[in-house]
């Protein structure tokens, strides 16, 4: 079950994500098809739409039953997807990956320039929507995207390192991870003209649930199948990304044996035999109670918010986002 599936108790759910969906593929179409085609790619593969879902959840946590999502708060879930895929398409190109969403992507394909400069079109876009919205989303997502980047460089600083510590992971997803779905929520609410009040919880929500979705993922790159993920697993240790499983790792009685193996460029071997230690350690475990403590904030702050469809929408989808890393663990 996707994420946003778990969002399906708001009525109108569905037909707001088909309007999402529509003026999503036209927020890319350019003057040359060749860069339309491009900037398609990953839109056309599909995918969770877990911000915008997000945003469009978030817009009605006031109301006692959901409405239909409002052209702003729609046009607010398309700038925030744009981020998204402009992300994915420059972290491809960083990975050198040749996978995503179960389609070629978009480097593999048309090299890394184009996948590079569409990425940046990508983004332009998303600022383009915003500045459409006011002052205030526009200056928050170009915040959020810096918070992308310096999430992002925190990563780049820590790869290949063996003493990489939880503190400098979490600073990172907070960064590359935490600041989008925070600011989907907050946009949602913003462009629905909630109270102050309530759209600084959707903040803090969105925060705490995008902590906890990094390190579900982080999880799962080592619990889960090629089919499930859609891309290739175990990428994060063949590319010297040691996330919060392999952190606690280290500190355990395979540490050393781990060190010894990490901290450089491994084999596919070598990476089956790190993911075997790393699952033996209880790494994952202790890995999934981290984002059990996330969950919890999130679901805390849910507290402080009207009952509403929506707000049992993001409780729901919330309690799935554990159920989903677990599931792996357990089978």
């Not at 945003?55 to 879930?77: F, N, Y």
């Not at 593999?108 to 940046?120: F, K, M, P, R, Y």
């Not at 997803?173 to 759209?199: E, F, H, Y």
């Amino acid at each position: 079950m996707a994420l946003v599936s778990s969002l399906s108790i708001l009525p109108t759910l569905e037909d707001d994500l088909h309007d999402l969906e529509e003026k999503l593929r036209y927020s890319v179409i350019a003057e040359d098809s060749y860069l339309t085609e491009i900037a398609s790619h990953l839109i056309t593969a599909g995918g969770k739409r877990v911000r915008p879902g997000f945003t469009i959840a978030s817009s009605g946590v006031q109301s006692p039953e959901a409405i239909p999502a409002s052209k702003d708060v729609l046009l607010g879930g398309v700038a925030v997807e744009l981020v998204h895929l402009g992300s994915l398409y420059h972290d491809d190109v960083m990975d050198e990956a040749e996978m995503r969403r179960t389609v070629p992507s978009v480097n593999a394909i048309w090299g890394n320039l184009t996948a590079i400069l569409a990425g940046d079109f990508l983004l332009a876009r998303a600022s383009e929507i915003a500045a459409s919205l006011g002052t205030e989303v526009a200056g928050l997502l170009a915040k959020t995207i810096g918070e992308l980047c310096e999430g992002q460089i925190l990563e780049l600083q820590s790869t290949f390192k063996v003493d990489r510590t939880e503190d400098s992971y979490e600073r990172s997803i907070s960064g590359k991870t935490a600041s989008l779905l925070a600011t989907a929520c907050r946009i949602g609410g913003l462009t629905a003209s909630l109270s102050r009040d309530t759209v600084d919880v959707l903040t803090s929500f969105g925060h705490s649930y995008g902590m906890a979705f990094q390190i579900v993922d982080d999880i799962l790159d080592l619990v889960a199948t090629d089919e499930q993920l859609g891309k290739p697993s175990g990428n994060d240790l063949m590319e010297g990304v040691y996330t919060l499983p392999v952190i606690i790792t280290f500190s355990t009685e395979y540490g050393d044996a781990l060190k010894e193996l990490l901290g450089k460029k491994i084999s596919v071997e070598e990476r089956n035999q790190a993911r075997e230690m790393i699952r033996s350690s209880g790494g994952v475990a202790e890995a999934l109670s981290r984002a059990n403590f996330w969950t919890g904030k999130a679901s805390s702050a849910l507290n402080d918010l009207p009952d509403s469809e929506a707000t049992e929408a993001l409780r729901a989808a919330t309690s799935h986002l554990i159920q989903r890393a677990a599931t792996p663990v357990i089978n």
